[in-house]
Each structure stands twice: as C-alpha cells, then as structure tokens.
C-alpha cells in the first residue's frame, strides 16, 4: 500500500485539477477578482461616514493621481495629530471617541470616556490563567481572536445587537485588547522559549500607549519620545475606510446579525494575513535581507540592484515583493507614512540608529524606479505605512511578534465603529454572488463500483 503521505499528494493534485479557473474566464464575464474594477478601484459596496480615504481623481474615466489624505468623521488626519501634539497630550482615546462617538469631545467627555476605558482594562478573574497562560499561542494575532470569542462566555447578554450593548462591547473591547495581546506574548514566551513569566498590571491613570510600553518591558521602563511615537502609531492605524479587508470582515459578519465577539474576532483573524496587517513584519524581514547582502548602504546603485534581484523574484523570499510598497487606494503618497516617516527619523537619531533610518529611506526613493524597469509600468508607487511601522517598532524595542497585534489593538475601535454603522444603516445581508462554470445537471452519477 502508498504510505499516507503519498496518498494524500494525489489526493490534493487531484483536487487542484478540479479547482483550476483560467485566469481568461475572469475576464470574460468581468468578474470583479478581489472586488476590484479594471483600474484598480475597489467595487461600491455602501456607505460609510467613518473615515474616507483618497488617493486618486476619476474625471471622465481617466484616473488621476494625488497625494493622500486620510480623514476620520471629516477631520483631517494631519489636523489630529498635530492639535494632539500642541497640547501635549495622547491622542488615541479621542480618536477612538471620535470614530464610535461622531464627534470630538468636550474635555469632560474625554475625561470620562478614559475613566470609563480604565475601569474596564481588567481581563474577567481567572480568565488571564484558563484562556491565556493555560492555551498559549505560537501566533499572538491567533490568541487574540480565541480570547476575543471566549469573551463571549463572560458577557450576560452578548446576542443582545441593540447599539447601547455594542456600544458597551466595543469600549470593553478597546480596553481590554491590549492585556489580551501583551499577555499572549508572554504566555508565548514562556511556554516554547522558556523564559520567565513577567505580567504587569495596566496602571489606570496611563494613557494606552503607556500602558502598552510598560506592559511590554520587563523593567517597566519607557521614555516620554517612545509613548509619544507609539500613540501617534495607534492615532494612524485606528481606522482606514469601510473597504479594507478586515473592517470589510466585520461588516460582513456584523451584517448577518452575529454577535460582537464574532464579528471583532473574524477582523482580527483577516489582519493577520501577510497582505494585509501582517505586512510590516514582512518589511522587517526583508530590510534584514537587504542590510546583509548589500555592504555600502549609503551606495544607490548596489541598493537598485539588489532591489532589481528582489523584484526579478532572485533574492529575499523570491515573491518578487517589495514590502511595504504600493497600496490599493493612495498613489502619490500615504499621509500615514509621511507622518510616521519623521517620528521614525526623530527616533532614529535618538537611537542612533541613523544609518538604518537612512537605508529605509533610499529603498524608499528607489523602489519606484526598480519596479518600473523591471515591470515596464508607469503606475504610481509609493511607501504605504507598512514600509516604517516595523522601523519605530524595533525602535521602540517592541518584539516583532506584537507588530500585527498592536495594529489590530489599534484597529479595534475602527472595526466596532463599522460594526455600529453596519447594524444601523446596513439593513441587509452581505451576499455578493459567483459565476459558476459549471454545467448544470450535465454529469449523470456513477454508482460506486462503476468507477
């Protein structure tokens, strides 16, 4: 008899005959692949009055780019984070009020919605030790999602979907997310690296950032520039239109009428993938690469080079990617790198680590060109956010297995704002439909023994 692991190798080329679509088919009958028009565009799929983000003009069907704006409830990305700055303040707990609130608040509200967040930063008693420490995760983005459904089990009335009970998950959600992924981590560390379990408790009058810095360190010790740089990180990534990927899941979900748990779960779970908030672990990786295989890093023509190999699919992990390059909405610029860009470097020179800093932003300003040489196109390629996340994480000695969860601590409050539009203004399922190539009832069935 073939042992089980060649039998399984035919069992799945037999499968990937039958799955194969040709490409020409989509074509066709103008499937729309990833949701997406000829030009790039995403499909409308509804409205959202949560954020708008731009990065191109359609003017009698010529598509024209600009630089990119971010804006959350019509307020100006640059605008927030530059008030926040001139007060001297953290910035991410009014963001988040902003998004789920429509509104900016008074210096009252604000007060008490940051009470409110620390009241409800405590995980459910002895959850940290039956769902954290006694089922740690190699994956922390997987941890999450888990915790986030057994928090299910500690709700008295978690199918309740009226807005009052969301609104109540959402901000329990957002307080809690960080605990969740800072002690994954180090039930992680613990349990297959074997080091000492360190959790510390989350201090009531910090800020999130704060909190999340401390947590994260042993020695509990941050500086005032590390939390100002994290809050401005959380400020970018708390939310980003209704058609990414995974506030995409959460509508979807939240439009069949499922609970909260499940539908901030299944967002969590969408993030994770290397396309989408898994990328700035994988511009990690990739500048590592670069940094040992290219010996001057000052020198632009060995960097093109080597970025040439890359793109040709001849070094790093052959995907012929560039990571953290290209974005499905903004062409000329990303506002959200622009911004993170100069924290990057104001750590950078803090750090000492200019000559890295400097190495990012020649990738940056060459990768363009690469890519048009090799791929002979003409379209707009700029650094998305990605490209200098993973840069102020390591800055901020963050371990790279938090990269994606502190996206998806961030993202939360965005994710539970599309969750409330949704089951407000949604009215009906999500339910886009396929073209099927199959012929029907054209097979007649062969009993078994006939086969």
């Not at 058609?243 to 994770?272: H, M, Q």
Request: proline share 4%; charged share 25%; net charge negative.
């Amino acid at each position: 008899m073939k042992n089980i692991n060649t039998r399984m190798d035919e069992l799945t080329q037999k499968a990937k005959d039958f799955y194969a679509i040709a490409p020409e088919e989509y074509n066709r009958f103008n499937i729309k692949r990833g949701l997406r028009n000829q030009d790039g565009s995403g499909v409308l799929a509804g409205f959202t009055n949560i954020s708008e983000v731009h990065g191109y003009v359609v003017s009698e069907d010529e598509k024209t780019s600009i630089e990119g704006e971010l804006a959350y409830r019509g307020y100006d990305i640059n605008d927030l984070l530059q008030n926040a700055g001139i007060d001297k303040r953290f910035g991410f707990e009014e963001i988040c009020y902003l998004l789920l609130m429509g509104t900016l608040p008074t210096k009252e509200e604000l007060e008490t919605f940051c009470e409110y967040l620390a009241e409800n930063r405590e995980l459910p008693e002895y959850f940290t030790e039956d769902m954290i420490l006694k089922a740690p995760s190699r994956d922390i983005m997987n941890k999450m999602a888990r915790s986030v459904l057994t928090l299910y089990s500690y709700d008295d009335e978690p199918d309740l979907c009226t807005i009052e009970n969301i609104m109540r998950q959402s901000l329990q959600l957002i307080a809690r997310m960080p605990l969740v992924a800072v002690y994954g981590y180090s039930a992680k560390k613990h349990h297959f690296e074997h080091k000492s379990l360190i959790l510390h408790q989350p201090k009531p009058h910090l800020s999130i950032a704060e909190n999340l810095l401390r947590m994260l360190n042993p020695t509990k010790e941050f500086t005032a520039l590390d939390a100002e740089v994290l809050d401005t990180t959380l400020m970018l990534h708390a939310e980003h239109g209704g058609g990414n990927n995974s506030a995409f899941t959460c509508r979807v979900l939240s439009s069949s009428g499922t609970d909260t748990y499940s539908a901030i779960a299944g967002a969590i779970s969408s993030l994770k993938g290397p396309k989408h908030g898994g990328a700035n672990l994988q511009v990690v990786r990739m500048m590592d690469n670069i940094m040992k295989n290219v010996s001057d890093w000052s020198n632009d023509s060995q960097i093109y080079d080597y970025l040439e190999k890359i793109v040709r699919k001849k070094a790093n992990d052959k995907s012929g990617l560039i990571y953290g390059m290209g974005h499905a909405v903004y062409t000329l610029s990303d506002p959200r790198t622009t911004i993170l860009k100069a924290k990057a470097e104001k750590l950078s020179k803090e750090k000492g680590l200019d000559a890295e800093f400097d190495l990012y932003n020649r990738v940056e300003k060459l990768a363009p060109q690469v890519f048009a040489d090799v791929k002979g196109s003409g379209k707009d390629l700029c650094a998305n956010v990605d490209f200098y996340s993973g840069f102020v994480y390591n800055t901020l000695n963050i371990p790279t297995e938090m990269y994606t969860p502190i996206f998806a601590i961030s993202r939360t409050a965005g994710w539970c704002a599309h969750r409330i539009e949704e089951v407000l203004c949604g009215g009906r399922i999500i339910r886009p439909a396929y073209k099927s190539l199959c012929k029907n009832k054209s097979k007649t069935y062969v009993p078994l023994e006939q086969r």
